[in-house]
């Protein structure tokens, strides 16, 4: 009898070992299945949707990775938050979510250069010096770059502020962190582009838009000059200047050209049909007019790009000069996020637009995963408990 019992105990507790170690697995696979999930969600998601993104042929030039050809990225209104607005899970989430798709850009792409066309901060108007200088670190972090990768940004109305509230000490302290400075000429690879201090073209005579004003003549002249190399009066009325390659800019900026609104812009990323109704107001949606024929007249760009509407649109100035509205690069300001790459070379440029991954997609991928989490689970507890009962039942001697 005793030997008996001592049987049974031992299938007893053989039964419990092997209990246990099925419940270990089941556990193992939950959390197996957890981790893939979040892996490709928040690391490869941003791989798989940028990696769809190429480079865009320029007509007559067959391999645009030789060194004709540069490769630049367009980005604008990043909008990281600062400490008064927004939720931390919602800076968190978003800033994640720029850095991901901005890394993953960066690795895929490799562009030679990368503008980010203002309004990089939510609150730089009026962020106090320590908030500021964790605004700027978090920034620099995010959108981080190997040493071939040039990044360089424009100022915008969330950096310094509206006209009425920009100070020098806003605007020097973003030129700081950032090593630039307003109204500046960058040439690569015989290609011009001018990067303006489009908040400072109020044309009101203040101390900054004087600068800003006097830096844009100086850069038509350089331009200009650059144009009349050949000319019997370059020597007499280009002394002292240092020449550029003798092409058109792009022209480079915060706040759009002129336009009354957004009624003729279209694709599936441009303003909402409420948004086109609205009527833009001169220095403050875009530029003022005057300032516009101004830029126009003084720079004779080839191309502009402009941010601060958050929306997609492509307008012809002049008839001949087109201008690109780069959407926003984050989810917080539009749910289908992208940026602009552009092919450039001396005398001629093609454009592509790259998508981001949308937080739709992220959001439906994680409630899928969920619900089969739960099936599984729910399957795994039915089979520990009616498939037992049923086995004991099967196995009672009758
Ligand atoms: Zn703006």
Not at 297 to 303: A, G, K, T, V
Request: one cysteine or more; a positive charge; glycine letters at 6%.
């Amino acid at each position: 009898m005793y030997k008996h019992l001592a049987a049974m105990r031992s299938t007893f507790s053989g039964d419990k070992v092997f209990h246990l170690n099925k419940v270990n697995v089941f556990l193992l696979k939950c959390l197996g299945f957890l981790f893939a999930i979040v892996l490709f969600m928040e690391f490869l998601l941003y791989y798989v949707v940028i990696g769809q993104c190429s480079w865009p042929d320029i007509k007559g030039v067959a391999d645009h990775n030789t060194g004709s050809t540069l490769r630049v990225m367009f980005l604008a209104d990043t909008h990281l938050l600062g400490e008064i607005r927004g939720h931390w899970f919602d800076k968190l989430r978003r800033e994640w979510q720029m850095e991901r798709s901005y890394q993953a850009a960066l690795w895929l792409l490799q562009p030679n250069l990368v503008f980010i066309l203002g309004d990089l901060f939510d609150e730089g108007k009026w962020s106090r010096t320590k908030a500021w200088d964790d605004d700027v670190a978090r920034f620099k972090k995010m959108f981080r770059h190997p040493p071939h990768t040039e990044l360089m940004v424009a100022v915008g109305n969330h950096d310094i502020g509206f006209h009425y509230e920009m100070t020098l000490h806003k605007l020097k302290r973003f030129e700081k962190a950032f090593n630039i400075t307003s109204g500046k000429l960058v040439s690569r690879n015989g290609i011009n582009f001018v990067v303006v201090n489009s908040v400072a073209l109020e044309g009101d005579n203040c101390v900054i838009c004087r600068e800003e004003e006097e830096q844009l003549l100086r850069i038509s002249h350089r331009l200009n000059c650059s144009r009349m190399q050949k000319h019997a009066d370059f020597s007499k009325r280009c002394r002292n200047v240092r020449p550029v390659s003798a092409t058109s800019p792009i022209l480079l900026q915060h706040y759009p050209l002129y336009r009354k609104s957004d009624a003729e812009c279209t694709g599936e990323d441009a303003a909402s049909p409420e948004e086109k109704k609205v009527q833009f107001k001169e220095k403050y949606d875009v530029l003022s007019h005057n300032a516009s024929e101004k830029l126009l007249n003084l720079l004779q760009p080839r191309l502009i790009l402009s941010g601060h509407t958050h929306s997609a649109c492509e307008v012809l100035h002049r008839g001949e000069i087109p201008e690109i509205s780069v959407p926003s690069f984050s989810c917080r300001n539009r749910k289908d996020p992208s940026f602009i790459m552009g092919s450039f070379t001396a005398d001629d440029f093609s454009l592509a637009k790259c998508f981001l991954p949308t937080e739709n997609t992220i959001i439906n991928v994680y409630s899928m995963g969920i619900v089969l989490l739960m099936i599984y689970v729910a399957a795994y507890i039915w089979q520990v408990t009616y498939g037992r009962k049923f086995l004991a039942k099967k196995h009672k001697p009758g």
